[in-house]
């Protein structure tokens, strides 16, 4: 159930989070939509990322010909390595037999299914018995990160009118708790891959899951669901969702990019229709999601780190610290990590990072693109539990610059028809 695969060279970890697919019908705007996402990501070169993730409620229905969609997108541009897990719409009609057929038929490594005897919920008077049901979930290490894929839908129920039913049962429990436990004795940082918050959980599932994550540090939690792009920060765990690739008000399509460099996470949200290189910078990290202070070294200066995704291997990188000189970043691998020492004088606040495309004209948004964070002075961690711990009680709200609007339009949260 675990699997081990290497990191880029000198490169933090990156994935990009291609959200909920939802598809329906071929040329549908989304099914166009995912096309162009995959295209541009085949794009990078191939240290430049070390996966995409595909979060669920990748068929509208659950049904084989929806299914068929994505096994087309997947055969012809598809990077090395794509996990994927189920959604509730994977089990729309009660069944999860087309899921589990087309994640045979793409064969992609460590995706088979687990046999675990689950009592599903009743259905109708009475209980079910106990069965034999897959599960789909694991475990990969990215060098130094455990990636944990948890499958949140098969020991529900999930069925359209029923509601919403999620469950990973006992055995998937005891096997989350282990692999956190393992990842912390290794020095390992842990990121969790599911469906959606902990909160949704069954209750006591929740509770149990939501304070697993936040005792042992689990660093970061990347979900789908939501249909709109969220970070939360309980001081612990960072909890981001990504937009849906169809849904449409949460501004632009795209997909999300999150890093973790030497412990500490990073993210930010790319759309589709910018054409620019896309950079995001993974240290220092933002006082919104770091866990630890920023410290200079003994001569005044901190390391500035970037990942640059671009079809362009001649892509130039500058940073500089508030309104200071422009310093030139240096490539720190072959996977498009660029990095500078600067100069951190007292009472400094932010780190700017431009990435430039050799077709920029010099004025105009387009061919370049910049990100920013305000790394933090002092980190204060809470000994005490959270209120609301596991679900989007501690979300940040609007942060543009990210691409988090902050509105939680959707239709799990705002009722719409989707």
């Given at each position: 159930?675990?699997?081990?695969?290497?990191?880029?060279?000198?490169?933090?970890?990156?994935?990009?989070h291609v959200g909920d697919q939802h598809l329906t019908?071929?040329?549908?705007?989304?099914?166009?939509?995912?096309?162009?996402?995959?295209?541009?990501?085949?794009c990078f070169g191939e240290n430049a990322f070390d996966?995409?993730?595909?979060?669920?409620?990748?068929?509208?229905?659950?049904?084989?010909?929806?299914?068929?969609?994505?096994?087309?997108?997947?055969?012809?541009?598809?990077?090395?390595?794509?996990?994927?897990?189920?959604?509730?719409?994977?089990?729309?009609?009660?069944?999860?037999?087309?899921?589990?057929?087309?994640?045979?038929?793409?064969?992609?490594?460590?995706?088979?299914?687990?046999?675990?005897?689950?009592?599903?919920?009743?259905?109708?008077?009475?209980?079910?018995?106990?069965?034999?049901?897959?599960?789909?979930?694991?475990?990969?290490?990215?060098?130094?990160?455990?990636?944990?894929?948890?499958?949140?839908?098969?020991?529900?129920?999930?069925?359209?009118?029923?509601?919403?039913?999620?469950?990973?049962?006992?055995?998937?429990?005891?096997?989350?708790?282990?692999?956190?436990?393992?990842?912390?004795?290794?020095?390992?940082?842990?990121?969790?891959?599911?469906?959606?918050?902990?909160?949704?959980?069954?209750?006591?599932?929740?509770?149990?899951?939501?304070?697993?994550?936040?005792?042992?540090?689990?660093?970061?939690?990347?979900?789908?669901?939501?249909?709109?792009?969220?970070?939360?920060?309980?001081?612990?765990?960072?909890?981001?969702?990504?937009?849906?690739?169809?849904?449409?008000?949460?501004?632009?399509?795209?997909?999300?990019?999150?890093?973790?460099?030497?412990?500490?996470?990073?993210?930010?949200?790319?759309?589709?229709?910018?054409?620019?290189?896309?950079?995001?910078?993974?240290?220092?990290?933002?006082?919104?999601?770091?866990?630890?202070?920023?410290?200079?070294?003994?001569?005044?200066?901190?390391?500035?780190?970037?990942?640059?995704?671009?079809?362009?291997?001649?892509?130039?990188?500058?940073?500089?610290?508030?309104?200071?000189?422009?310093?030139?970043?240096?490539?720190?691998?072959?996977?498009?990590?660029?990095?500078?020492?600067?100069?951190?004088?007292?009472?400094?606040?932010?780190?700017?990072?431009?990435?430039?495309?050799?077709?920029?004209?010099?004025?105009?948004?387009?061919?370049?693109?910049?990100?920013?964070?305000?790394?933090?002075?002092?980190?204060?961690?809470?000994?005490?539990?959270?209120?609301?711990?596991?679900?989007?009680a501690c979300n940040l709200g609007a942060w543009l610059?990210?691409?988090?609007?902050?509105?939680?339009?959707?239709?799990?949260?705002?009722?719409?028809?989707?």
């Amino acid at each position: 159930m675990s699997t081990s695969s290497p990191k880029g060279p000198n490169r933090p970890f990156v994935v990009l989070h291609v959200g909920d697919q939802h598809l329906t019908v071929r040329d549908a705007r989304h099914h166009q939509d995912l096309i162009a996402i995959f295209q541009q990501i085949a794009c990078f070169g191939e240290n430049a990322f070390d996966f995409v993730y595909l979060p669920g409620d990748i068929a509208e229905n659950g049904a084989a010909e929806e299914y068929e969609l994505i096994e087309e997108i997947l055969r012809d541009y598809a990077p090395r390595a794509v996990h994927l897990i189920p959604g509730d719409h994977d089990r729309q009609y009660g069944d999860m037999g087309a899921f589990g057929k087309f994640v045979g038929r793409i064969g992609l490594s460590g995706h088979e299914p687990i046999a675990n005897s689950v009592r599903q919920l009743p259905s109708g008077p009475g209980a079910e018995p106990a069965g034999t049901i897959p599960q789909f979930y694991r475990a990969a290490d990215y060098g130094d990160v455990r990636c944990l894929f948890l499958d949140m839908i098969s020991a529900g129920y999930g069925r359209k009118g029923q509601g919403l039913d999620f469950r990973l049962g006992r055995v998937q429990l005891d096997w989350l708790s282990a692999e956190v436990q393992r990842a912390r004795s290794e020095a390992k940082t842990c990121a969790v891959f599911m469906h959606t918050y902990p909160d949704d959980l069954e209750k006591g599932e929740a509770e149990e899951v939501a304070g697993l994550f936040w005792s042992q540090g689990v660093r970061l939690v990347e979900m789908g669901h939501t249909h709109y792009n969220e970070l939360g920060h309980d001081g612990r765990t960072t909890y981001a969702a990504a937009r849906s690739v169809g849904q449409n008000e949460d501004g632009s399509v795209g997909y999300a990019v999150a890093a973790i460099d030497e412990g500490e996470v990073s993210w930010r949200f790319r759309a589709l229709d910018r054409n620019a290189p896309f950079v995001l910078i993974t240290s220092p990290a933002d006082r919104r999601l770091a866990t630890r202070a920023l410290r200079a070294a003994d001569d005044g200066r901190v390391v500035v780190r970037a990942v640059v995704l671009s079809e362009s291997a001649e892509i130039r990188c500058r940073c500089r610290v508030d309104d200071g000189p422009w310093q030139t970043m240096a490539r720190a691998s072959e996977g498009g990590a660029f990095e500078a020492a600067v100069e951190w004088p007292y009472g400094s606040r932010r780190v700017a990072v431009e990435a430039i495309h050799p077709s920029w004209p010099g004025y105009g948004p387009d061919h370049i693109d910049r990100d920013m964070v305000e790394p933090p002075s002092t980190v204060l961690l809470s000994r005490s539990r959270p209120e609301g711990l596991g679900s989007d009680a501690c979300n940040l709200g609007a942060w543009l610059e990210k691409g988090v609007r902050g509105d939680q339009l959707g239709p799990n949260r705002a009722g719409r028809d989707w």
